[in-house]
């Protein structure tokens, strides 16, 4: 067993490493973590298999790489995927064009400034000078010892065959080739992939599925959980914690909202923790939190509903008035 397929992943942002790869994440992720997450989370890491998301908008799938690339110091390369993206977007690039524009260039003896000095650095004889890596290809090029973490955000954004074209590089020989400049790219370290998923165009292909570990996040519903991660991001963002009786009355509003049903889209963690700040600073005083318990309407209702349906059920008292005929 190698020393890399050794690493844990703790949700520990403090025992990070001293010397941490500069591509690694600078600032550590108020990310609280479930024992059978963290437990999916360290078998991708082991079996170097790509660790698939899925839950509700807003449950923190984006940020848990983000999470574990911070606390074990290793570089993190961001894929957002969107519906043109193809697989070889996040292996490589190569700028014919720029190329061309180069040849042209020199064949023009164009003096060199400031401006074009950058131009100068490129040979169009050289094809390299043209091919830049993408996410995926940075990872593969990591040397030996040092694995890249890998987020492919939103994988159902693409095309229907994009997962399975993904599948001929994220398996043995976890290699592929740069046709334009005859490169061939072995991953010398496997890199620890992590993809979400929102099922915005239905399941994924089966063949895709079995190559991946899955894990389904759920929210926190729980006030004890949202305590918590109201306490983690507090302190890792320096932040003073509003008061103990606003916090509760907002996560019993907050927890409320969200399990009597009837929102077309239910907010999420982030947007929950918005909503707190703002009841907390937003005014020269923090919001009452008397007032917060009992009153019909909801405050900064823009933080937590993103649709006319939502809004409105939630910025409109009761008509109590009485029906003339």
């Known amino acids: ?34 024992e059978p997450l963290k437990k999916a989370v360290n078998l991708a890491i082991y079996l170097r298999r790509p660790l698939l998301l899925e839950g509700d908008a807003g449950c923190g799938k984006t940020r848990l790489a983000s999470a574990i690339a911070y606390e074990l110091g290793l570089p993190l390369y961001r894929w957002d995927v969107r519906s043109t993206t193809k697989a ?21 003896n164009i003096v060199t400034t400031e401006e074009n000095k950058n131009e100068q650095k490129r040979n ?47 398996d043995e020989p976890w290699e592929f ?73 907002a996560i019993d509003r907050f927890l409320t909202i969200w399990n009597q049903g009837g929102l077309f889209k239910k907010p999420g963690t982030s947007e929950f923790i918005d909503w707190l700040k703002a009841l907390h600073t937003f005014e020269s005083q923090p919001y009452n939190a008397t007032k917060l318990k009992a009153d019909e309407l909801l405050p900064y209702p823009e933080l937590l509903f993103k649709l006319q349906q939502d809004w409105k059920k939630y910025t409109k008292a009761p008509d109590n008035s009485p029906q003339t005929s």
């Open 88 to 108: 070889q977007d996040g292996l490589y690039e190569y700028d014919a064009i720029l190329r061309l524009h180069d040849v042209q260039t020199k064949q023009l």
């Open 124 to 170: 169009p004889t050289n094809p390299q000078d043209y091919r830049t890596f993408g996410a995926l290809g940075k990872a593969f090029k990591m040397p030996q010892g040092t694995p890249a973490v890998v987020l492919i955000d939103e994988i159902d954004k693409a095309d229907l065959d994009f997962p399975n074209d993904l599948l001929t590089v994220l």
């Open 177 to 249: 080739f740069v046709k334009e400049t005859g490169e061939k790219v072995t991953a010398a370290e496997k890199p620890i992939v992590i993809i979400t998923s929102n099922k915005e165009k239905g399941n994924l292909p089966a063949p895709f599925l079995r190559r991946c570990l899955y894990h389904y996040i759920e929210f926190p519903n729980d006030a004890a959980l949202l305590q918590e991660i109201i306490t983690k991001h507090h302190e890792i963002e320096k932040e003073e914690l509003p008061p103990s009786d606003l916090i509760t009355n």
């Open 1 to 34: 067993m190698s020393k890399t397929n050794r690493l844990t992943f703790t949700n520990k942002p403090e025992i990070r490493p001293q010397e941490s790869h500069e591509d690694s994440p600078q600032k550590p992720e108020p990310y609280v973590v479930s």
